[in-house]
């Protein structure tokens, strides 16, 4: 379908063969704003780079100098807004989250489905264990035995801080 405003193309006969392609009006030319491939990948704003094979069935904006690009995840003020990443065993594996609440925002990691980090809005930092434990500016919560804290350069230990033994003991 096609008119002065607007193009949704097939391309059948060249290299792009079996895409769709989306184009848009812009200041009197029609440009591609979306394809989707053949293979099955979406790419938005008429992307013509290469993108990395293990992470291009979305691929978002161009390399127009000038122009910021990035993506916005909106989402209720009583609710969280999430990136997750899912496998074919589970469909929350890992995620970047942002947790609207008002008494309590904040930014956490999870991983292999549990929270590894959060970042709370008052900028405090807690790896490893329940946010809530501390309003420490940098927390590590680590289980018995374990090092909450290593500073390493190469592979010298310079610096080791051990949470607690089997005993308890700091």
Same mark, same amino acid.
């Given at each position: 379908v096609a008119d002065s405003k607007?193009? %949704?193309r097939m391309d059948q006969l060249s290299s792009t063969a079996g895409?769709?392609?989306?184009?848009?009006e812009s200041g009197g030319t029609l440009t591609e704003r979306l394809r989707i491939?053949? =293979?099955? *990948?979406?790419?938005?704003?008429?992307? =013509?780079?290469?993108?990395? =094979?293990?992470?291009?069935?979305?691929?978002l904006g161009n390399t127009t100098d000038g122009v910021n690009r990035g993506i916005t995840i909106w989402s209720h003020s009583s609710q969280n807004g999430?990136?997750?990443?899912a496998d074919n065993d589970s469909n929350f594996r890992g995620a970047v989250?942002?947790?609207?609440?008002?008494?309590?925002e904040r930014m956490r990691l999870l991983v292999a489905g549990d929270e590894r980090?959060? %970042?709370?809005?008052?900028? *405090?930092?807690?790896?490893?264990?329940?946010y809530t434990q501390t309003t420490a500016p940098l927390s590590v919560t680590t289980n018995a035995n374990d090092y909450g804290i290593r500073l390493? =350069?190469?592979s010298n230990v310079v610096c080791e801080i051990l949470n607690n033994d089997t005993a308890g003991n700091s």
């Open positions: 607007a193009l %949704i895409e769709l392609q989306f184009h848009t491939t053949s =293979t099955g *990948e979406i790419k938005q704003y008429g992307f =013509t780079g290469t993108s990395d =094979t293990s992470a291009d069935d979305l691929v999430s990136l997750v990443f989250q942002y947790i609207h609440n008002a008494s309590a980090l959060v %970042i709370t809005s008052g900028g *405090e930092v807690n790896i490893g264990g329940n390493q =350069t190469g």
